[in-house]
């Protein structure tokens, strides 16, 4: 059986139609996404009506809660005050240009959701099971991984937020980040995605997937949006 799950879109609609057309070519039993459909691109609708039209499960992401309750912060944690600034404008585009519909699809999305597959318990969050802004990378130490572990009461936490895929295998538990489909920051544009194995073991599998980032970046310039937002779209770095 295999599962893929994605993350951290950010309305980089042409990203996640090249995902999407990668994963149905992986024959996987089921899809789900762990949140950030919006912010940074400008195709917040068409990336949220994708997810519709798909009907894939979704948990809340922190930016998905900010534009879904038109709150003037989105939980980020900002590395300086230009990419608070740039942030700020970022969601101010956003809640002026996606549609009422899909602010009520992201207000009721849920915070997490939990599966069984093969036996193995899995709980989908988008930052942690604290809360949904904790940023889990691999820098983490074990015995906070154990405590996240014991919070969430499964055999698999998957989150996002981080957008640095990675895997920390705790005994017989694993906790994976799955990375970013539409605003990679692991260090090349290629979008990025996980898919899980269920075997005899366990495996994770974190495809990389080429696509045309050159006509994000170029909308995000032809929008009222940053071009720093351009930047980061080519060059997988933030």
């Known amino acids: 059986m295999k ?21 149905e070519e992986q024959q996987v039993d089921s899809v789900y996404c ?3 459909l919006v912010g940074y691109a400008p195709f917040p609708n068409e990336v949220v ?3 519709k039209e798909k009907n894939i499960p979704t948990v809340m992401g922190n930016y998905d809660d900010g534009i879904g309750y038109q709150r ?10 230009e990419a608070e600034a740039l942030g700020h ?26 599966v069984t597959i093969a036996g193995k318990r899995l709980l989908l969050v988008h930052g942690s099971p604290n809360r949904l802004n904790e940023y889990v990378t691999e820098e983490i130490s074990e015995d906070y991984a154990n405590e996240l572990m014991a919070l969430a009461d ?7 937020h981080t957008h640095l895929p990675f895997t920390m295998v705790l005994k017989d538990k694993l906790l994976i980040n799955v990375g970013s489909v539409g605003k990679p920051k692991h260090g090349d544009p290629q979008a990025i995605y996980a898919l899980i194995s269920f075997a005899r073991d366990v495996t994770v599998d974190f495809r990389k997937v080429p696509y045309d980032y050159e006509a994000t970046a170029t909308a995000i310039e032809a929008s ?15």
């Open 3 to 23: 599962v893929a799950i994605i993350s951290d879109i950010h309305a980089n609609v042409i990203a996640l139609k090249a995902v999407l057309k990668d994963i």
């Open 224 to 238: 009222e949006l940053p071009n720093e937002f351009a930047e980061i779209i080519r060059t997988g770095k933030y």
């Open 34 to 36: 762990v949140g950030d």
């Open 49 to 51: 009506d994708l997810i």
């Open 72 to 81: 003037f912060i989105c939980g980020c944690d900002y590395k300086d005050a």
């Open 154 to 160: 499964t055999n698999i936490l998957i989150c996002g």
């Open 89 to 114: 404008e970022s969601i101010a585009w956003t809640k002026r240009h996606i549609t009422e519909d899909n602010k009520e699809f992201l207000r009721n999305l849920p915070k997490e959701i939990r």
